[in-house]
């Protein structure tokens, strides 16, 4: 079970905050490419992932019980 | 400590609160950067602003920013609060501040905090227009891409 | 409104009237530089300052400030409030309020005003040790002398 | 007449924080000499001048009634 956050435009497009994803062991692009197919996303190319509030590459794989954050470009400050 | 020097909060920012936060005997210099909502972006009229934030993340991000300015400046104390949720014309955002025995650094030092929170820092801001709203994406003043995470998408 | 943006005055400072007065609709970013005294400098401890000024002509030159950094920046407004008498550490000597559309002209003009305040402003201290007291010179930070009077004593 | 004030390290040195000196007409540079030597200066060197407070130069003129200022290297901020 993968924990997925949304943020932001991602979260209005997927219309939840959160979901749980019953995968394990796939990469972050993989997950990517699930969760924009299921959630119907217009793009997550722009878009960072972090893995329990850490950066992480696409290559990064996912492990179960992991929190994954989409980050959209950031604009605070 | 670092948790106390680094917030994100939902209610208005009391300015002087995070300047006493920095303020030090061996400290001659504090400099604060106060991000308030501008009126007109562009020619375009904002009548408000929302920030959202992934909030353990971004006080995690505000507090290696600190880190990261204790490393490039070892005498320099920051003290960073981030606030979300609507904010109107005038209300304050973010605030910095910096203290350091000597002036040159807490400029530095400041201008350092503001440029990496607009890379790291999960934050985001949503304009609310007469004619609409959108979640706003980068918006980097500045070109280049200086090291560190993230590395390419920003 | 020159006269109220640049003053010197005898009681504390107040940061948040500085921040106000810079304050506006269509301003994205205040900086402020606040200068405080410090405990030790060069290793040697100041038990307490006092700041002496010719009061009208530091005025006079602290909106000369404010007109060069008009000139300089357009769309920067400046604010200057500088104390004088005793002062024990950690007091707060100085505020520079700068507010400007975008971050970068807030933090450039806000350097800058410190730059001249502390060459062409008619403000002295003078630092109260165990041993002694002394009325400080020239503590100009930086070698290059910029532009504009003064021009070779300092 | 010249009023002339004095600050900081030369307003101790010469004792008082103001004086009128009975001259018309003279330059910063005479003014100074003069007042070096009646209160006993030990340098007006390192001291600017200003003029009904705008800075001047030391081959400046000063008329009757004029304020004189002696300004040492500032040190304010």
Redesign the interface.
């Known amino acids: 079970m993968i924990n997925v956050?949304f943020?932001?435009?991602i979260?209005?497009e997927a219309g939840v905050e959160q979901v749980t994803v019953d995968k394990q062991d796939i990469t972050v692009k993989e997950l990517k490419e699930y969760v924009q197919k299921t959630y119907k996303l217009s793009s997550l190319?722009?878009?960072?992932t972090?893995v329990n509030?850490e950066?992480v590459?696409d290559d990064e794989t996912i492990g179960t019980g992991d929190t994954v954050?989409f980050?959209?470009?950031?604009?605070?400050? | 400590m670092n948790q106390h020097l680094f917030e994100v909060v939902n209610q208005p920012i009391a300015v002087d609160e995070i300047i006493k936060k920095v303020s030090r005997r061996d400290a001659g210099a504090i400099t604060t950067f106060i991000?308030t909502v501008r009126e007109f972006t562009k020619g375009k009229k904002t009548l408000s602003l929302e920030?959202?934030?992934?909030v353990?993340?971004?006080v995690?991000m505000l507090s290696q920013i600190g880190d990261e300015i204790k490393e490039k400046w070892p005498d320099a104390l920051t003290a960073i609060t981030?606030r979300i949720g609507k904010l109107d014309i005038t209300e304050v955002?973010?605030v910095i501040a910096v203290s350091s025995p000597h002036r040159k650094t807490a400029y530095e030092a400041n201008e350092y905090a503001?440029e990496r929170?607009?890379?790291?820092?999960?934050?985001?801001?949503?304009e609310f227009w007469e004619d609409g709203t959108k979640?706003?994406?980068?918006?980097l003043e500045t070109k280049e891409y200086p090291e560190g995470?993230?590395?390419k998408?920003?």
């Open positions: 956050l943020f932001a435009a979260r209005e190319k722009q878009t960072m972090a509030e950066f590459t954050a980050i959209p470009p950031v604009s605070g400050g | 991000g920030y959202q934030a992934y353990p993340m971004a995690k981030h955002a973010v503001i929170i607009k890379q790291i820092v999960p934050i985001w801001k949503k979640w706003i994406g980068d918006q995470k993230p590395s998408e920003m």
